[in-house]
């Protein structure tokens, strides 16, 4: 893959300052560039890396003022950084361009298969499938009966969905990611084993939505988890039966979320954080990583700390004094002694 | 899959009240039940739901007495909840009903395969493998050399088991889960580079266990890492090498257990707790979600909470101060002031 | 697999006491060994065992006096742990000493494939791979275009590579881990949607390096996430984009290090920590379990304990505080009414 200045120019309706026919085949930031890289400047802080980059092709501010010659072409655009975007996003779709059926793969006779899609070796279609146009299976990939996926989605190599599952228009999710296992559902007996609760529901995960590597949602036990549109799981993350999460809200890795909590839309939450079953969360909320949420959030657009966890602010506050409570005790100790022998005095 | 309100009726032992031909090809809660649906009805408190539910058969209790017309097909038993469970067992059973095997599928030729077994498209079963009856083994899952696996076991697809482990019968392994990888064993050297110790033991899982998709159990270094008959453990979990988990202990979801560690029998370990190695907890321990367990519990049957973890009663009491901190901390300051003015005076 | 003492003793350049005939088929404890094991005795603690064990062929020390006539032949050597840990090496290097290529699997006609590889079958080699020498790809892997893989290098059943990422030589990588899915993230937009920003970068995983089952390391934006040689990572750890972690940096289970973190030489890392995401952690710092790592450590091999980690003594010092709370608090409050009264007095 390798383009012009020129052509890059042409894409971002920008101004060629030096050798239009420089070619890069490589995208770097400019402090790392060799020759043959394209690169950009937006923060006028890292403007010296400008006079020194090895890069072949520069993406700049229009507005830039020169102050030292420069060895590479320049394209001047209104906005370098969004620009650069677009070119990550271009030079992704590049890459991730791929069509057409592997062999071998499984693709049972029932299954519906759209237009223009990608579909890697050793791939599974189960009966009943259904898959839309544009979608991309990459290899390895395991869809059980009945499962449902949108058009323009990406499953990479290795996601695992279980039956009756349904997933929406232009999702990614990330290899090993599991949808649909069993809920942890379990009835004790009065010998001290389990019986299992035959988990019967299943897990829609909405448009737009992008779920990490190796995360697991359950399936519900009756119903549906529903990952809403817009939400981004990170890697690693626990979403457990009948959980539901609101539209464009954001969960950082290896976040545990228990069974049927209600996550409201536009929540953020931190990494490595736990939230207990069957409790809300309202909308906006933002959860530091590592938090314990133990009880339903009500008040919208807070911000949250601390397992088991209090407002921010307060956290931060009791924090600061935890470090401090051996000498704390200290104080106490000698203010008892003082109070002692002002005791005897007074007395 | 179709059912009529008679067919249930006769699996469940009930008395049909409206129109036994009434037809169902899916089970839903009793609020968010459509035409076609199976519900049931067991909290009185759920009541109102009955008499404007649109699925077309529920199951009640025997001894519910009707205060307004219903429109769908009454099934009465003398339990709704455990014939509906039961109804549920009869739904998984059929959805999972798999038999055969698929191609391509990889059998070595000194593999022994049992009867009336599934396995999918994809799978991998290596040299020495034995594979019992009646057991399911799904796409893109991989028994290495001399694996074992039981009677009327279930591997869901992509399960992968490393060489030697043993897997009992009746047991249910989600997608994911890796069985049998090295135990995390390095011996530092001079240099402050780690030699490998090499991890030749293997993990053995007893019947009627499950575990959880995405969970990683080492194999032992020596010996076994052994998951004791009826223990269930959730998604995400790590069990470290030579660590042996009791007869139906509980462990919920991103939990890990370090090496060598020994959970009791009946345990219950929330979620992403953390267990230190060559420790043993009490039969019927009971561990609060995020806790830290540092030392071993030799008392049966209590609560635990905290990292590090102290009795729960303890743990909630320190807890409630600890938000209190910052107010305490000024009290404290205050009283100092208040005691050197009372020292001036008395001196 | 089977070995006599006599061929042990060569390979130990040991002594042997009693027959040289022996035969020996597994390894195990000294404690747990059946006839036919092989076992060892290091720590004179164990002595006993040796007088009872059914183990029939064991590694002594050269200085070892018998005080107990013994049943198993023995093999005396200088240092029986490290010469059982080469009997270990050996037993696994056979064990896991598969070679030629499975079919089906999917080699893209532009891969350069070494010599003496094993390619289990089901993996799939995309465009523009390469694979060393002496490497062994399991069954059911992954590896994306132009994905490089040095010699001697292992990677375990299911192991999902995205493209460009490199992979040293002497790498071990487990099961179920992801290396290069796209690091998380997102830009938000004015109506609380969240724009993806392409990942382009790669995964760089150098010699020696060992990575554990269901661990994902994410790929840079741009540039590349970074680990170094020597660098041992357990199961379902997650690196995030940008992340550089040191050489012989050791990082126990489910511990994540958000983006950009620079984690220095040989650093230790307990399980379940967290470190934020733009920091650096000084070389030879050690950090403990469930650790919350908020800012850099600049400091060299100190060690760390908290969330909100603080030093290590500290940390300790101020847990046994937190659990006395409650009576502190207690005391405080009784200090207070003493006060009142002497104040009371004086006044």
């Known amino acids: ?11 971002l309706n920008g101004t060629i300052d030096g050798d239009p026919k420089a070619i890069v085949n490589q995208l770097a930031k400019i402090e790392d560039a060799t020759p043959g890289s394209l690169s950009f400047l937006a923060n006028p802080r890292y403007e010296q890396y400008l006079y020194s980059t090895h890069a072949s092709v520069v993406i700049i501010n229009n507005d830039l003022v020169l102050t030292e010659p420069v060895n590479a072409t320049l394209i001047r655009v209104d906005n370098a950084y969004s620009a650069f975007s677009v070119v990550l996003e271009k ?88 949808i649909g296992g069993d809920g942890f559902g379990f009835a004790p007996t009065a010998d001290g084993t389990y019986n299992k609760v035959s988990q019967i529901g299943n897990v829609i995960i909405e448009d737009n939505a992008e779920i990490g590597a190796n995360t697991t949602i359950d399936r519900a036990t009756m119903g549906s988890t529903i990952i809403s549109h817009g939400v981004k799981l990170d890697n690693l993350i626990q979403i457990a039966h009948n959980v539901e999460i609101g539209a464009n809200t954001v969960v950082a890795s290896q976040t545990g979320i228990s069974g049927s909590a209600k996550i409201g839309e536009n929540v953020i939450i931190g990494g490595q954080a736990g939230i207990v079953g069957h409790i809300s969360i309202a909308k906006g909320s933002q959860i530091q990583a590592q938090s314990g949420i133990g009880r339903s959030i009500t008040e919208e657009s807070k911000k949250w700390a601390g397992s088991p966890a209090v407002p921010y602010a307060s956290n931060m506050r009791s924090q600061v004094v935890i470090n401090r409570l051996p000498e704390l005790e200290k104080k106490i100790n000698e203010l008892e002694k003082i109070i002692a022998e002002l005791r005897n005095i007074s007395i």
Request: a negative charge; one cysteine or more; charged letters at 10%.
């Open 1 to 11: 893959m390798q383009f012009t200045a020129l052509e890059i120019g042409l894409l």
């Open 91 to 178: 030079y992704n779709t590049v890459k991730l361009n791929k069509t057409g059926i592997e062999q071998p793969c499984f693709i049972h006779e029932s299954a519906q298969i759209g237009e223009n899609v990608y579909i890697g070796a050793f791939s599974y279609i189960g009966p009943g499938v259904k898959v839309g146009n544009n979608t991309k299976i990459y290899p390895n990939t395991y869809l059980a009966d009945n499962v449902c996926v949108g058009n323009d989605t990406t499953l990479f190599a290795g996601v695992k969905i279980y039956f009756d599952c349904i997933i929406g228009n232009n999702v990614i999710i990330h290899s090993g990611a599991v």
